[in-house]
């Protein structure tokens, strides 16, 4: 137990960087073969994260609207939520084409070749997206586990798509009905919120292993990726990696700023959340730690958090679906030596605010939105391949761009409404494991 408190009583950052440090040396000094030693470290850690993700969010969800005050109340903090949204994937589109314009990522790249396991993805439609919001099987939202008919006619187990708004929308669902039954299903809401603690101490069982997982990843991704795949496409990975930056620390700390909220506290509370996006490359992977840093950490009420987390892992996508697919406009554009018109200019930021709140927040899906806003665009597609070979290294970033934005803000409106706890914000821990604060 000695060695265990001892392990605890390191920050949880420097855990995490340690195990990124330490997997960075082993795929460096072992190529290939670090992938099939260590990969499985870090595929086991992301499946224990998602393994919790649908419970945590499910039963949290609903004791978050059961215990909000009635459904005005909850209809006022989403419309604030989601305006907030809306205006920082503009900012983070306009950050994309300011950065692509200046630092020209696609001039001078003539040494690319096509990635062959590239192969163009669907892209669903408006409705599609907004129908796949209700689920038709309550249980295969759940559990992603449904049915299908196959082509010889049979019917077959099929696996979901991994998105989370089909429980949001069922918990939602139940939470209301909750509201509205009152003290009639008392045990009910109880029982609910007893389920949503127990599967916040199960998070914090889970989030410890992160170092572990960290360092699995790492190794994995250095000895997978030689410098013969990056070099090309070196300027548009700085350009993309600037650009996050920049929305990061630029555009959400001026907003905090002015919100009166010290960014400095806020990026010290939401590390953990941002470390675990960086080395998962998904939003939903991230979720849990997101929402135990904005909580925990930075003092944003649990009920809120509940709900207002889960929503932005499923449609915030400032790095995927904001910066991402207008940096590959403005690349695709100096690659083929066409100049984007002023009119296409629009279309990319429209489309990129729009088509971020279809993103799913899972690995890849950054490739649709580009489509998206590309074909919008009437940009070549084809291009998308040459940065396929890259993808996972430009997914961290942009996830963890995501992520940050997802937990920035819940406390931009909790301070708004009242709902944040300036003691703990101005206290920010770094910690986010099995003890309490």
Sequence with gaps: MTLVSAWLRIPFWQRVLGGFVLGALAGWLLGPAAEVWFGPLGDLYVTLIKMIAVPLVFFAVINAISSLHGQKSVAALGGRTFLWFIITAALAVGIGLLVGTVMQP??????????????????????????????????????????????????????????????????GLLGFAMVKLGDKVAEARKLTGQMSDIMIQVTRFVLEMTPLGTFGLIAGLVGSYG???????????????????????????????????????????????????????????????????ITHNLGVNKDYASFAVPLGASIKMDGCGAIYPAL????????????????????????????????????????????????????????IGYLYAIDRILDMMRTMTNVTGQMLVPVLVAKETGLLDREVYDNPSTNLGVEER
């Design 106 to 171: 696609g001039t001078g790249a003539l040494s690319l070749s096509m990635d062959h396991g590239y192969t163009p993805r669907d892209v669903p439609s408006v409705v599609k997206v907004l129908m796949d919001v209700v689920p038709s099987n309550v249980f295969y939202a759940l559990t992603g586990i449904g049915t299908r008919v196959n082509a010889a006619g049979e019917t077959v187990l099929a696996a979901g798509r991994g998105s989370i708004l089909p429980v949001i929308f069922f918990a």
């Design 227 to 293: 410098f013969e795949k990056l070099l090309p496409l070196g300027n548009f990975v700085l350009a993309l990696y600037v650009a996050c930056a920049l929305h990061i620390v630029v555009v959400y700390g001026s907003l905090l700023l002015a919100h009166g909220l010290n960014p400095l506290k806020f990026f010290r509370g939401a590390a953990p959340g941002m470390q675990v996006a960086f080395v998962s490359s998904s939003s939903f992977a991230a979720m849990p730690a997101a929402m135990r840093s």
């Design 328 to 383: 590959c406009a403005v690349f695709i554009a100096q690659y083929t030596g066409v100049p984007l018109t002023p009119e296409q200019y629009v279309v990319v930021l429209i489309a990129s605010v729009l088509g971020s709140f279809g993103t799913a927040g899972v690995p890849g899906t950054a490739v649709v939105m580009a489509t998206v806003v590309l074909s919008a665009a009437n940009l070549p597609l084809e291009t």
